[in-house]
C-alpha cells in the first residue's frame, strides 16, 4: 500500500510537470463498492496515468510477460498489477478480477486488450463485458483524450456509471456487453477532444 501511493505521488509529480493532463469527471467515480473503471488504450502511461487521475486505487490486469522481468515481478504486485495472459481465456485471471470486484475494489481494464497505434478506439474484447455482467460492481467508462507531448492537450475523462440492469436481467452476452462499454468510451472521447 505504501509503495501505491508513493507511486502515485511520483508518477503524479512527473504528468503534472510534464504534461499538465486535466482530470474531468472524478466525482462520477463511486466512494465505495466494486467498481470496473474501463478505459481506451494509447500508450505505455495509460495504467499509471488512469492511477494517479482516479480517486479510489485502481488493481488493474497487466499482461503476464511483465511478470517475469526480474524487476517489476517484485513492484508489480505492491502496486495493486495483477496478471493476465493474453490472447486466451485466463481463468486464474477472471477469478482474481471477480475477487476483487466483490471485495468492492476498484478494477482497472482496457477492454482493447493492446494499446491502439492510432489512437482511434478499435474494437473491445469480451472479458470486460463478462465483468460486468457477472458482477454487481458499478461500470465506470473512462477515456484518455489527447497527446503524450508537452505543449499538447490531454485529459482523463470519467463517465458516470452506465447502468447494467437491463443488460444482466436479459442475460446479454460478454461481447454485447462489451460493446455497450466501448459505446461510452467512444462518446466521451469523442465530447472532450
Given at each position: ?61 497487466a ?29 486464474t ?9 466483490k ?69 446479454a ?21
Amino acid at each position: 500500500m505504501m509503495l501505491y501511493s508513493f507511486g502515485k505521488w511520483l508518477c503524479g509529480t512527473y504528468f503534472k510537470g510534464t504534461y499538465k493532463p486535466e482530470i474531468v469527471g472524478a466525482e462520477n467515480m463511486p466512494k465505495t463498492g466494486g467498481v470496473l473503471l474501463c478505459t481506451n488504450h494509447i500508450h505505455n502511461y495509460d495504467p499509471p496515468l488512469v492511477g494517479v487521475a482516479s480517486p479510489r486505487d485502481v488493481h488493474f490486469m497487466a499482461k503476464a510477460e511483465l511478470f517475469s522481468v526480474p524487476v517489476l515481478k517484485h513492484i508489480l504486485p505492491k502496486i495493486n498489477a495483477f496478471p493476465v495472459k493474453r490472447g486466451m481465456s485466463d481463468k486464474t485471471a477472471l477469478k482474481t478480477g471477480m475477487n476483487l470486484l466483490k471485495e468492492g475494489k476498484v478494477v482497472g481494464l482496457f477492454p482493447e486488450g493492446t494499446r491502439s497505434k492510432t489512437g482511434e478506439i478499435g474494437e473491445g474484447l469480451a472479458g470486460a463485458g463478462f465483468f460486468a455482467l457477472k458482477s454487481d460492481a458499478h461500470i465506470v467508462p473512462c477515456a484518455i483524450v489527447g497527446e503524450y507531448q508537452k505543449g499538447k492537450k490531454l485529459k482523463v475523462v470519467f463517465g458516470k456509471p452506465i447502468d447494467f440492469t437491463h443488460f444482466r436481467e436479459q442475460k446479454a452476452s460478454a461481447k454485447e456487453a462489451t460493446e455497450l462499454i466501448m459505446k461510452h468510451i467512444a462518446q466521451l472521447k469523442k465530447e472532450h477532444e
